[in-house]
């Protein structure tokens, strides 16, 4: 399937991520290194985490036009705030452990 037939099914980012995750549920997604192993999670995961995320962050206030600033290396819980964030229409504003704190001001 095209991007352009893909496009026209969803939209938002948020409707693709929620039609994956349930549509490939039992599928691995993303592994998170654990020593010499890998940890995999499933969509189905994924979806759980950001639905969970979500509610505690509307809970907390946040919503459309917030932004949610994260200070974090890449890792799966990112990805999963990034989603959180876009499926209450906040922003997501990442930021990394090795910048200096002048940067996340």
């Known amino acids: 399937m095209s991007w352009l037939a893909v496009r026209s099914m969803y939209s938002t980012l948020s409707e693709v991520q929620q039609t994956a995750c349930e ?13 010499d192993t890998f940890e995999w999670k ?11 995320l979500s509610k505690a962050l509307h809970n907390l206030g946040v919503g459309k ?9 890449n890792r799966y819980e990112w990805a999963v705030g990034n989603y959180a964030c876009l499926a209450l229409g906040a922003k997501w504003v990442p930021m990394y452990e090795n910048q200096k704190a002048t940067d996340w001001e």
């Open 65 to 73: 036009g917030d932004a949610v600033a994260c200070i974090s290396t």
């Open 23 to 35: 549509q490939h549920a039992e599928r691995a997604f993303i592994g998170d290194r654990k020593g």
């Open 42 to 52: 499933t969509y189905g995961d994924f979806g759980t985490d950001i639905g969970r």
